[in-house]
């Protein structure tokens, strides 16, 4: 069985680093999966600000569970060079933090070519980042994305396989539904390559994102499935309520924030965050793993 550990988005509660660890203390959360700072995205920070941010985790007892960086995040035909260049920085940063994580992605591809003409570039980048995190204690956690290599459950596969034990999977519910992709098929075939959820459920019709157990994201059945695995796992909610700083830059043009646009639903963005948190705890007491 695994031993459950709560981690969260939090710049999706708005404010900084301060205003992001009292709504993660709030709603029972022990670690961050830092994205939005008070310095802009972490993707960006230098190790100065590292450790600024370390000493502030560090005196509130926030852990770190991976870095949400941007990374893998642009086209294929993009120059990667300049893109690795920045990832090397990433790497420092996330030891500075004390994670042995990065969350990643594998490059946009223009949804008017063939993804498979892209296949072996997308492997040598993702070769390449992922050796050289490891080489530096850290893994590459790849997320399944919409519009990337690897949206789908065969391509992710085919990455996970292709890159065994240099690279990890990230399990991402919503990007799933949101490509038509069936959540527990998916689960069920790249199970041994996952180590870690995003905790977010989503509709197909229409593609919106929901709180965790509204959606048809099998959320419940995917906490009970992913229970079988021993030792720590991390859960890292990811709202996606209500549009916050940075969405718009995390995203294509028709991602989720043209779909929360007009989503007044929520009063703040802290109360979306603390209605998915109690989404969230709500789904583990019926899966019965909490």
Same mark, same amino acid.
């Given at each position: ?20 660890? *009292? ?12 994205? /939005? ?5 972490? &993707?960006?920070?230098?190790? #100065?600000? +590292? ?5 502030? @985790? !560090?005196? !509130? ?7 949400? &960086? ?5 086209e294929i035909t993009d120059d990667f060079d300049e893109h690795f260049e ?10 500075? @933090? ?14 008017? %070519?063939?993804?498979? %003409? ?30 990337i290599y690897g949206e789908n459950e065969h391509e992710c596969l085919d990455?996970? =396989?292709?890159?065994? %034990? ?8 919503? !990007? ?5 992709? $069936?959540?527990? &098929? ?5 199970? #041994? ?13 229409? /593609?919106?994102?929901?709180?965790? /157990? ?6 419940? *059945?995917? @906490? =009970?499935?992913?229970? $079988?695995? %021993?030792g720590a796992r991390f859960l890292t909610l990811e709202p996606h309520l ?8 995390? #995203?294509? *043009? ?12 929520? /009063?703040? !963005? ?8 109690? +989404? ?5 007491? #019926?899966?019965?793993?909490?």
């Amino acid at each position: 069985m695994a031993d459950f550990l709560l981690s969260a988005f939090a710049d999706e509660a708005g404010g900084g680093i301060l205003s992001q660890i *009292e709504a993660l203390k709030a709603n029972g959360f022990t670690h961050i999966e830092p994205r /939005g700072l008070d310095d802009g995205n972490i &993707s960006d920070y230098t190790a #100065e600000q +590292a450790k600024a941010l370390k000493k502030v @985790l !560090n005196d !509130n007892e926030i852990g770190v569970s991976s870095i949400g &960086s941007r990374f893998g995040k642009i086209e294929i035909t993009d120059d990667f060079d300049e893109h690795f260049e920045e990832f090397k920085n990433c790497v420092e940063i996330a030891n500075i @933090l004390d994670t042995k994580r990065i969350r990643m992605f594998s490059f946009f591809v223009d949804e008017d %070519d063939n993804k498979a %003409d892209y296949r072996d570039e997308v492997l040598e980048r993702l070769d390449k980042m992922s050796s050289y995190s490891l080489k530096h204690g850290v893994w590459c956690c790849h997320e399944n994305e919409k519009g990337i290599y690897g949206e789908n459950e065969h391509e992710c596969l085919d990455l996970y =396989r292709t890159l065994k %034990d240099k690279m990890l999977g990230v399990f991402d519910p919503a !990007n799933f539904i949101q490509s038509g992709v $069936k959540v527990l &098929s998916a689960y069920d075939l790249l199970e #041994e390559y996952i180590d870690y959820l995003h905790i977010k459920d989503c509709i197909y019709d229409g /593609g919106q994102v929901r709180p965790a /157990g509204k959606g048809d994201g099998e959320i419940v *059945e995917l @906490l =009970r499935r992913f229970n $079988k695995k %021993d030792g720590a796992r991390f859960l890292t909610l990811e709202p996606h309520l209500k549009v916050f700083k940075g969405l718009s830059a995390l #995203e294509k *043009e028709g991602g989720q924030a043209d779909k929360l646009k007009n989503d007044f639903t929520y /009063g703040s !963005n802290r109360e979306a965050f603390d209605v998915a948190a109690n +989404a969230l705890h709500s789904c583990l007491s #019926e899966a019965g793993v909490n």
